[in-house]
């Protein structure tokens, strides 16, 4: 019996098992060195560092110019202009309350990018190891046809069973191998796949425990109490509205006027001439519809942050409804399956000569599907518990 059938049927407690451990282990492992999530935080810094640029002042200008005049008389004239331009102070301030709310944008942003590859990875291993037990299934179920027919040979040599029976066995023997060939190539296929969400930390499959972690199954209640910023998908979806809230006092700030000061030197003849500047910048054209386009932006993301949370109220709801259900059908057929070897006993009793061989393979085949609706059962309880989990850690 497996540990999440006995964890269930007798009602044992704790979070978590020493294989469920050793899960989280390789999961860890994994979302570490997750393509995805290097690509997403290489991005968000990358978009960090970009805006802390524009916050900075314009360049200096530097123009030296040299005049001739028209006769020998006039002389040479030599002018000297240096500037520099500032825009409103408030608009550095704006900026800088932007960058900060950005800088929280992208750390939520590979937060959320972290949880959606954990909880990939997660299925995926579940689903290696409910193939694998299920090939377990297969193997023995294949072994045990092998060995009936190797005897059916024999009975067919000295005219104990017709030609019929034969050939039944030989199809039913070679049907067993064929799928449990099929489930060797599944789980190398997921294997694959698994190993390339993260080519850096290439597992195998003795990395992998062979029977599906134990995860705790909360109250509704404790569930629904995260829905809020603890959620990776809902903190990234509030770290975008407060950074679209950012953007607008930006692009309130840009409405402001910007100077520039400067210095000139002028020097003609024996004359030097020294003076400052003083100009301002109206940005009359360039703010136009600025306020409005962030208004209309922070409208969608406060927009995008709410369905966000009733989103996630919802998943989770329909996501405990799915794991209450399946927790019911673990217990029902539980004492049929979990707490008897069938195969077995189908298989001893045709040894023994209690049922015919259409019966065997009748028999056999109801308990191995059984079995297997069973495996599916568990594969996607354990699932839907670690969907719940990521949806709330």
Not at 59 to 84: F, P
Not at 128 to 148: C, D, F, P, S, W
Not at 370 to 393: C, G, H, K, P, V
Request: glycine fraction near 4%.
């Amino acid at each position: 019996m497996n540990k999440l059938a006995l964890s269930l049927l007798l009602v044992a407690a704790g979070s978590l098992s020493a294989g469920a451990a050793d899960f989280d282990n390789i999961v860890n492992l994994l979302t570490a060195k997750s393509y995805s999530v290097n690509i997403t935080t290489a991005q968000g810094q990358a978009e960090y560092l970009q805006a802390l640029t524009e916050n900075n002042l314009s360049d200096t200008e530097v123009e030296l110019s040299h005049e001739w005049g028209s006769n020998a008389d006039a002389g040479n004239k030599l002018i000297l202009n240096v500037s520099q331009g500032f825009d409103w102070p408030g608009l550095y301030r704006a900026r800088s309350k932007a960058n900060r709310a950005l800088r929280e944008r992208t750390l939520a942003d590979a937060i959320a990018a972290q949880s959606e590859s954990r909880l990939q990875i997660e299925q995926l291993l579940v689903d290696i190891i409910y193939q694998r037990m299920t090939n377990e299934l297969l193997g023995k179920v294949a072994e045990g046809y092998n060995t009936v027919l190797k005897a059916a040979r024999q009975k067919y040599d000295t005219n104990n069973i017709t030609i019929l029976d034969l050939n039944k066995i030989i199809i039913e023997a070679a049907d067993a191998e064929i799928a449990y060939a099929q489930g060797i190539d599944s789980v190398n296929d997921l294997l694959a796949e698994l190993n390339q969400l993260s080519p850096d930390a290439e597992i195998s499959l003795d990395d992998i425990p062979r029977e599906l972690p134990l995860i705790e199954f909360q109250d509704e209640d404790f569930y629904l109490s995260h829905v809020n910023e603890a959620s990776p998908e809902v903190a990234r979806a509030m770290a975008e509205s407060r950074y679209s809230d950012a953007m607008l006092s930006v692009a309130r700030q840009e409405r402001a006027p910007g100077f520039a000061l400067g210095y000139v030197m002028e020097k003609e003849i024996d004359a030097t001439f020294h003076g400052f500047t003083l100009g301002l910048n109206l940005p009359i054209f360039s703010s136009r519809g600025k306020v409005a386009a962030a208004q209309a932006q922070l409208a969608a993301s406060s927009a995008v942050a709410d369905q966000a949370r009733l989103n996630l109220e919802r998943k989770i709801k329909a996501d405990y409804k799915k794991a209450l259900s399946l927790k019911k059908q673990i217990a029902a057929y539980g004492p049929a399956i979990a707490l008897t070897d069938n195969l077995a006993l189908i298989r001893k009793a045709y040894e023994m000569g209690q049922c015919d061989i259409d019966h065997f393979f009748i028999d056999m085949n109801f308990f191995l599907q059984a079995q297997q609706n069973y495996f599916d059962i568990e594969r996607q309880y354990t699932s839907t518990l670690l969907a719940l989990r990521n949806l709330t850690r």
